[in-house]
């Protein structure tokens, strides 16, 4: 079989199960699926930021493109800009700046992971996070999702290893749950294990009062007051959700940004992002840190509250404590017919499928921005309720 008839098998066999996806750009329709939670992109602030930013530094210390990899030549002033920015946001010890949420985590669970190591993933982890652990040739075992302690039981065990990981995000993507982070913290102390959490989702939903949307890890500045997460924590912080921009820092101890600088391939084999987004950036982290996106968190936590009590109101589960609130439908063909109807009411809510989730737990993932209306998550709701009656789901 040539390469090309097994692609048109492979996508047949997907269409056939209502699984194959595809690229749409449909900006007519009400956005209860993109990432930008705190509505930065679509109400114009990230585009007027970025206005003001080039009138204001042309051309001198800021470029377009790095031309280069950091370590050859494509280090500009804006990247340790950024990096202090993000430090002083979320009071981490030291930073460094990748490409994206999926070429940190690859390039740091590859570089910092290695055979000789065993890495505990939450059942759910995002891919980038398996991929990591993946290359580095570590033994990889799978705890039940959020269950502390069948986690526990594992680290128990006896198994000669020289590292122990626990891999685990703030937010998880598809569920919008959280973890015992505390717990995990304890766990990792115990056990002498590093967690490496994943906070993409997290960042401009949780923070504290003095790290507006920090992040998860910042949420429990009090109850940590006194300890230093960071010689068992690495954090990972991905931008392209609530920050509404891309790439992502590694977060933790500043040995820990010495060893990537040489060690992880996606950041050292890789050309450097534009300057010129770095000093986007430390504009979006330092207008956090200066509580100019507070209304909007404070916004977005309003209509989170507002449309999980509808949901609650109306029998259907909620576990999610973040703007991901996931609607399970079940079979993938009904979930696709439910999100075919929305789309036809003018409401962009995709269809989660597998092999993103598990078989039988396809689900409506809606994602909860700041600048949605009352009416417009009742609208949401009720032909969501209107689907369930028609299709006679039992959820
Ligand atoms: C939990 C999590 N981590 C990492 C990533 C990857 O981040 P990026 O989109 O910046 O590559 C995503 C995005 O899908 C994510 O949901």
Request: aromatic share 8%; hydrophobic share 40%; glycine share 6%.
């Amino acid at each position: 079989m040539s390469y090309l008839e097994h692609l048109e098998r492979e996508i047949k066999n997907w269409e056939s199960q209502s699984l194959h996806r595809q690229l749409r750009f449909e900006p007519e329709l009400l956005d209860f699926s993109s990432n930008d939670y705190l509505c930065l992109n679509s109400d114009g602030s990230h585009w007027k930021l970025l206005q003001e930013l080039l009138k204001e530094k042309p051309g001198t210390n800021v470029t377009v493109g790095s031309t280069g990899s950091r370590l050859i030549r494509g280090h500009w002033p804006s990247f340790d800009e950024a990096e202090n920015a993000f430090n002083a946001w979320a009071e981490t010890p030291s930073s460094l700046l990748f490409q994206s949420g999926y070429s940190a985590n690859v390039g740091t669970l590859s570089a910092l992971t290695g055979p000789g190591d065993i890495a505990f993933c939450d059942r759910l982890c995002h891919a980038s996070l398996l991929d990591g652990v993946r290359l580095s040739g570590a033994q990889k075992q799978y705890f039940q999702h959020n269950d502390l302690n069948h986690l526990e039981s594992l680290l128990k065990k006896k198994i000669p290893r020289k590292r122990r990981w626990i891999l685990c995000e703030s937010v998880f993507s598809m569920d919008g749950d959280i973890p015992d982070l505390a717990g995990l913290l304890d766990l990792c102390r115990k056990y002498d294990a590093t967690l490496f959490l994943d906070e993409a989702h997290a960042l401009g939903y949780y923070g504290s009062p003095g790290n507006p949307g920090a992040g998860l890890l910042a949420s429990l500045k009090k109850e940590l007051a006194g300890r230093d997460p960071y010689s068992h924590v690495i954090l990972s912080a991905p931008l392209g959700k609530a920050p509404g921009i891309m790439g992502a820092f590694v977060a933790g101890h500043p040995l820990l940004r010495q060893f990537l600088v040489n060690r992880a391939r996606s950041f050292v084999f890789s050309t450097a992002q534009p300057p010129v987004l770095a000093a986007l950036i430390t504009r979006i982290l330092e207008n956090f840190r200066s509580h100019v996106y507070d209304h909007r968190i404070a916004a977005l936590r309003e209509n989170v509250d507002y449309f999980k009590n509808l949901l609650k109101e109306n029998r259907i589960q909620v576990s999610s404590r973040s703007a991901i609130i996931p609607v399970v439908l079940g079979e993938a063909d009904v979930c696709l017919k439910t999100s075919r109807r929305l789309k036809e009411i003018g409401m962009d809510v995709r269809a989660i499928r597998p092999p993103t989730v598990a078989p039988g737990s396809s689900r409506l993932r809606i994602a909860i921005h700041s600048c949605h209306t009352r009416d417009q998550l009742g609208r949401l709701l009720d032909v969501i309720l209107e689907m369930i009656q028609d299709l006679n789901l039992e959820l």
